[in-house]
């Protein structure tokens, strides 16, 4: 989703090697193969079409090492996909092997397909579940994540395991769609879209069983597994990076909360952002000397959105106030209970109702500011929605309504207008 471009590669970016990469792979989802799984009015028998199609979108396989240029595999199309995930943990498993001895260690990201759509399961796995090609494919990751960890055991124990998921479900997409008990959707401003598991393994440091109510965000994982490991992670905030350009590192150590050492986890806060859009914003705030076990967390919604690839709404200069803690469902407006659906709990008129709540804006507010600040200073990478072709960037841009360049010295306003 940041480039399908030999810049975004992994080894431009701390990678020393890369196997099994996919660039993009959109393709295969409904178009460049002939199984009833393709779009039926993709132009594939178009020669000149297809050509170009191929050189504006990266459908292809990578593998390559630091410092030299990444070599093509093959062309993915929905049948190569199947076994893709095989070949994954056949690489892994023989890299775990070949370097569980070394004296340095080594960090390895392995990316399963599944259970992403189309759930195609290998050969292998094609009817085992008798449920279907969804209900196959989740053998089929289950099995793959099992070798991965079987090597580990074995060969390296001492290892660090995080295996997570890198959105929510996908509920509308058939048939592949997944599920979820949260309000939302994969893209939506709702938790549906952003929680996801997460388990971490480490024996005799982690603690077994152990259970974690409170935030901890992908991105925390760099600094919580390098302070794990012994090297100290730089702040939350401005630094340089490795070239000496000014960045925003945005990571946070949560090492204390994981091993069992903090009651509660570093992350207080997160802006919930989809594609460009600006969503929500998460305050946690914790008790005091005398209810150091409290923990609520608040959120504060400008924008509603219950489907992934549905309306949008704007919700104004009062937004949406929910308590996660309470209510992890996000069943409940605290801002405007009467505005619900008439079918969810209301307030009756009284105390800590509606306006009563307003003080929730001064929780998120510093951390508006702060992010106001950073993404002036740091603007985000352009991008499509849901990902799309490097090359496909510069020409999307409607010519009739630009999109004006933004005024450090003039944040957007957050309120009832200018979002």
Known sequence: HLGD??????????????????????GVYNYDNTASWAHPWFPKYNPQYWKEYQEIVNLYEWEGVVGQPAKKVALIDYDYLAEFDVRQADSAVAYIKQHAKDAKPLFMDVNFMKMHNPNNPAAAFKGKSHLGNYSDAMLELDHNIGRVMDAIRAEAPNTIVVLTADNGAWQDGYPDAGTHPFRGDKGSSFEAGWRVPGIMWWPDHIPAGAKYGEMMTHIDCWSTLASMVGITPPPKGEMMDNNGKPIYFDSIDNSAYILGKAEHSARKSWVYIDGESFKALRVDIGGDEKEPWINIAWKYTWTAKDTWLGPEQNLGAIGAIYNLTMDPFEKYDMAMPASMSARLPKTSPGSWTGQDNAWVLSLVYPVLIDFNKSIMKYPSIKRFPGGASTDLMPNLQNPANPVPAMDPAKPPRIGAEGR
């Open 5 to 26: 471009k030999p810049e975004s590669y992994p080894i431009e970016h701390g990678f020393d090697e890369m196997k099994e990469f996919a660039a993009y792979y959109p």
